[in-house]
């Protein structure tokens, strides 16, 4: 069983799939919730978990103690001194809250793994290394962390996996060039992404992206008889 706190919105029919969202530096599960229940009015079978990161101090924040999955030492250069010890000890963290729902009856193809921001990088961090072979990945204003190591580690079951990608064009943290260039290396090993942008969106989610998404996970996760 998972020792990580959640914020969950729990199947409202018969449990047949599920989402894990991680959240982004700063925030916490809750600040999902929201999204999570607008999802769930057409996802009646589906649950969401939201998991809550503990606080740690923040390099790109003057070492101010907050939320966070990992340490993010420069915006500017995010593929530069990145920290790669505290993404594997994240990514163990969500690996158990996968195991739990596997163990709980929902395999890993009835499963999407996203995140918004650090955590859509945990989500691709996470899911480039998994054996399992999810039903997808939604990847929301996010970027692919030590891109140079993760892409000699991805597992072949990983590039079976649809990928929805999503960025505002007016991105002021994880910069929309971060997004495209995600989306080209990507591409370039062999993973089927959808990759959708959305005009004079900042950084932070939309009623189009939401829907986006929406479509993404019932297309993924259909509701079974």
């Known amino acids: 069983m998972s020792t990580l706190p959640a914020a969950i919105v729990r199947a409202r029919s018969t449990h047949t799939a599920s989402v894990i969202f991680i959240h982004g530096l700063g925030d916490s599960g809750h600040g999902w919730v929201p999204v999570a229940q607008i999802l769930s009015q057409s996802l009646p ?18 070492g101010f103690r907050m939320p966070s999955w990992y340490d993010i030492k420069s915006l500017e250069k995010i593929a530069g001194d990145e920290d790669e010890a505290g993404m594997n000890a ?24 996203g995140g918004f921001s650090q955590g859509a990088a945990l989500t691709l961090f996470t899911g480039l290394q998994s054996e399992r072979r999810f039903a997808g990945l939604a990847v929301l204003s996010g970027y692919l962390p030590i891109r140079d190591k993760i892409l000699t580690r991805a597992t072949d079951a990983s590039k079976k996996v649809p990928v929805f990608q ?5 991105d002021e943290v994880v910069m929309f060039q971060y997004g495209e260039m995600t989306n080209e290396v990507l591409k370039k090993n062999g993973y089927n992404v ?8 900042g950084h932070s989610t939309c009623n189009d992206e939401i829907k986006d998404l929406g479509q993404f996970l019932s297309k993924q996760l259909p509701e079974q008889s």
């Open 194 to 201: 959808d990759f959708r942008t959305y005009r004079h969106m």
């Open 45 to 62: 079978h589906v649950k969401f978990i939201m998991p809550h990161a503990l606080e740690q101090a923040v390099t790109v924040n003057g």
């Open 166 to 170: 999503a960025h505002g064009t007016a």
């Open 90 to 113: 994240s990514m163990m963290k969500i690996n158990e809250l996968i195991r739990s729902e596997v163990d709980a009856g929902i395999p890993a193809n009835r499963i999407v793994l």
